[in-house]
């Protein structure tokens, strides 16, 4: 039962979700089952309305610590919120997860890296409150979507990336994952094959919109901001979901992305849809929502038993 609900969430969150980013809104908040409980509106940092998180936690105590996920919802960095995620995360509290829904800084508040700081802040903030809300501070997973994927995705890439890592708050504490899942992400912002929409925002996103910015300074960045640039063998499990008709994200550098993340030994799982399009988590619901929970299930839990 819990499998379809969360399906019809998926459906409901992403699958009816325009590509085109939407302003950010907290008007249509959702009521929490009665059986986990909502936290809203935290602070994982002080000095932008953007530094928040929401957290959904079982109401049943459990006697061990709980895995936990992060999920970082997308908009083109120029939009989405902390609440956008909030069924996904209410049906995964009720088989167990505690989860975080954090926010971050959009193109006009800042280039690249901001975003990714903000993204790195939230999971070093969970980290750091591990035992007030009884998560395992080794086991935990993000899930994103478009540009909440990508940054999920490079977050897991970065882990060892001191540079990345921002000037932030807890920053005694590791913003490791144990293993990610993102959809309609992208593996190379400066790859030769991308829609007109989408080379507009990287190119933003890296600074295009400040001025006296070079073009040469541009690719830098987005070259650093590019999953594709830190490939190696010792990541985290991770598990792409593309579509090969999305019309927003091309699933080329994707598909470059996996290839050279195999070749390099890394333990990574690839859905890729053939009729699939930029909402191919709901569009493919039946397979794409086992498939994240078995994923999770297997990498953060084992055989642990849900709660």
Known sequence: MRLFSLTLIIIGVIGTTPAVAQPPSRTNIPKAPNDVIFETDITYRNGHDRWMLNVIQPRKKSTEPRAAIVLVHGGGWTGGDHYRFSRMGFTLAQQGYVVILPTYRMIKDGPFPACLHDVKNSVRWLRAHATKYNVDPNRIGAYGNSAGGTLAL???????????????????????????????????????????????????????????TTQTEIEAVMRRASPSSYIRKDTPPILLIHGAKDPVVFIDSTDDFHTRMKSAGANIEYLRFDDGTHSVMGQKSRTTTPAML??????????DETD
């Open 154 to 212: 490079t977050v897991a890439m970065t882990a060892d990336e001191a540079d990345l890592e921002g000037d932030g708050s807890f920053r005694d504490f590791s913003s490791e994952l144990q293993a990610v899942v993102c959809s309609g992400a992208v593996g190379d912002m400066i790859h030769e094959h991308h829609s007109r929409r989408a080379a507009t925002v990287y190119r933003n996103l890296a600074g295009a919109l400040v001025r006296g």
């Open 294 to 303: 078995k994923f999770f299930e297997t990498h953060l839990r084992g055989n």
